[in-house]
């Protein structure tokens, strides 16, 4: 695996000493460099003799600690060995939860957030003992897996910037050959670990934020990722699925549509929830003045599913503004149209001249 980029999969274990000091808990921790947090013991000489931290997900050294950060030789909790007694999920979330500084899962993110605290949420509900084969979609699709975060995600490592399996319940949903990547991801360095990627030390690591796929055959390779479980959703225009019914189009290269261009991967609450202009609650609060109650009842999704059920179902926009979105000119002659004070000229997803928000993308 490249060491330009590696994201996700660089994880937890190569944060600077100093990012920790301030986990130290009530019982007294002090963080060092190969002890960075409660339970996480890594190394900090790499195979060059560099002083580097060793990672915790792929891409091991051949004197890696890695291993005894989740399983335990002779006392696991369950066949895989792993040291924790509740699900996976668990496991992941001691992590992951915002204890160790990057990739919580628990705050908006590009792939969403896991989050059911909040008005409007829905989440891929991973440790719920939800079956894989119960999946909106899943027609070829009869796993009797439960849902868990390395459904997606490899946590021995992948070629993949945020750790996506390249073989999803046994669908080689790419077509490739293992070890290539088949997603790239549009990525940013993250600000706030502005030390982290100016650091000299650090193997050139760089702690990036993401917005998904990044070019057309990327896109699609996403939606072939998604429709391993919800294989009946992989549709080209105007074809009829098993049962002879119609969906949006998920596979076309040419105009770059997919899965992520309307859904979050991890799932969606109404903190992150956006208008048709790419707005959301903070933003019509710090922007236009709006109170709290105002702006939560003009996002609110109050859509149903199939069976009568409140559901905003993994979208990146409230109710069916997800379509207006891209379908601009399907409005009506007297349609309010968006404040002009507000926007600056922009192209959508198919490299069409719009109006957009200004500072978001409001098209992603």
Request: net charge neutral; glycine share 10%.
């Amino acid at each position: 695996m490249s060491k330009i980029k590696l994201g996700f999969s660089a994880l937890l274990t190569l944060i600077l000493l100093s990012m920790f000091a301030a986990l130290a808990s009530a019982e007294g921790f002090t963080a060092t460099p190969s002890n960075p947090a409660p339970g996480i013991n890594v190394g900090t000489v790499d195979n060059d003799g560099n002083l580097n931290q060793h990672r915790t997900h792929g891409n091991f050294q051949n004197n890696t600690n890695s291993c005894g950060n989740c399983h335990s030789a002779h006392n696991g909790s369950n066949e895989t060995l792993l040291k924790f007694q509740n699900s996976e999920p668990d496991m992941c979330l001691s992590c992951h939860d915002g204890t160790m500084g990057f990739y919580n899962v628990n705050t908006a993110s590009g792939a969403g957030v896991f989050n059911s605290t909040h008005d409007s949420a829905s989440m891929h509900d991973v440790g719920k003992g939800i079956q894989i084969g119960s999946a909106p979609g899943a027609y070829t699709n009869k796993s009797i897996g439960e849902l868990e975060c390395s459904s997606c995600h490899n946590p021995h490592g992948s070629v993949n910037d945020r750790l996506l399996s390249e073989n999803v319940i046994g669908v080689n949903y790419s077509g490739l050959t293992k070890g290539t990547k088949s997603i790239n991801l549009e990525l940013t360095e993250d600000p706030a670990y502005a030390d982290i990627n100016n650091s000299s030390t650090m193997s050139g690591l760089k702690i990036t934020t993401s917005v998904g796929p990044k070019g057309n055959t990327d896109k699609v390779n996403y939606s072939k990722f998604c429709s391993a479980c919800h294989d009946d959703y992989l549709t080209s225009s105007g074809a009829p699925n098993h049962s002879n019914h119609y969906g949006h189009t998920t596979n076309s290269s040419s105009a770059g549509r997919n899965c992520a261009s309307c859904h979050y991967a991890h799932g969606t609450d109404i903190t992150t929830l956006k208008d048709t202009q790419g707005k959301t609650i903070a933003d019509y609060k710090t922007i236009d003045g709006w109170s709290q109650e105002k702006a939560e009842a003009y996002m609110k999704d109050v859509s149903v599913n199939s069976k009568g059920v409140k559901s905003s179902s993994l979208k990146k926009y409230t109710n069916m503004a997800v379509c207006w979105t891209c379908h601009q000119s399907s409005h009506a002659i007297d349609t309010q149209q968006p404040d002009e004070k507000y926007l600056t000229d922009g192209v959508d997803r198919y490299g069409n001249p719009i109006k957009v928000f200004k500072g978001k993308s409001g098209i992603r």
